[in-house]
T-cell receptor, first 111, second 114 residues
Framework: SQQGEEDPQALSIQEGENATMNCSYKTSINNLQWYRQNSGRGLVHLILIRSNEREKHSGRLRVTLDTSKKSSSLLITASRAADTASYFCATDGNAGNMLTFGGGTRLMVKP | NAGVTQTPKFQVLKTGQSMTLQCAQDMNHNSMYWYRQDPGMGLRLIYYSASEGTTDKGEVPNGYNVSRLNKREFSLRLESAAPSQTSVYFC?????????????FGSGTQLSVL
């Protein structure tokens, strides 16, 4: 069963705009990670936020975590065509510390 | 530095045929994983190996077997392929299997079972 659910499932924006993706999860977590997947490729780790953190930045990425709402958001600022990809959240915190992935958000950035 | 290498990249099987997906990592990682990715379902864990010599079932292990051949290699075997196993398969590795470890993924194997 999926722990994380991303919203929206698909997002289309113009280059230069900001892109916001949301992730909701069901049970308590230790950490939440975001991954990017380019078409036909494997996932690449972007950023990790721990359960005791509320916000984290990495370059043009900003991740927030609200454990009271069991949700996280990924903001990509000043998007570029190269940001076109699928983005997945992944959580751990279950008994086996398995990393559980959501269904992903497909982002298209038009030049 | 190759990272995680999977072979083959594409495979077509007939129902009932068997095959083995190969995975190797060169990062000296202890933990390795097999996931399958289906449209709209995200990635689901099939099997994992926390360390050399150990393997454990994930969320969807039925119809699969694995072998941790050595620290570098972790293979996934389909003994009798079924159309429900049509999917994209990803191998991944991490330094250890502890909370917060990031995973490194291979580029995937697209498998079709007819």
């Amino acid at each position: 069963s999926q722990q994380g659910e991303e919203d929206p499932q698909a997002l289309s924006i113009q280059e230069g705009e900001n892109a916001t993706m949301n992730c909701s999860y069901k049970t308590s977590i230790n950490n939440l990670q975001w991954y990017r997947q380019n078409s036909g490729r494997g996932l690449v780790h972007l950023i990790l936020i721990r359960s005791n953190e509320r916000e984290k930045h990495s370059g043009r990425l900003r991740v927030t975590l609200d454990t009271s709402k069991k949700s996280s958001s990924l903001l990509i600022t000043a998007s570029r065509a190269a940001d076109t990809a699928s983005y997945f959240c992944a959580t751990d915190g279950n008994a086996g510390n398995m990393l559980t992935f959501g269904g992903g958000t497909r982002l298209m950035v038009k030049p | 530095n190759a990272g995680v290498t999977q072979t083959p990249k594409f495979q077509v099987l007939k129902t009932g045929q068997s095959m083995t997906l190969q995975c190797a990592q060169d990062m000296n990682h202890n933990s390795m994983y097999w996931y399958r990715q289906d449209p709209g379902m995200g990635l689901r864990l099939i099997y994992y190996s926390a360390s050399e010599g150990t393997t454990d079932k994930g969320e969807v292990p039925n119809g699969y077997n694995v072998s941790r051949l050595n620290k570098r290699e972790f293979s996934l075997r389909l003994e009798s392929a079924a159309p429900s196993q049509t999917s994209v398969y990803f191998c991944a590795s991490s330094a250890n299997r502890v909370p917060g470890e990031k995973l490194f993924f291979g580029s995937g194997t697209q498998l079709s079972v007819l």
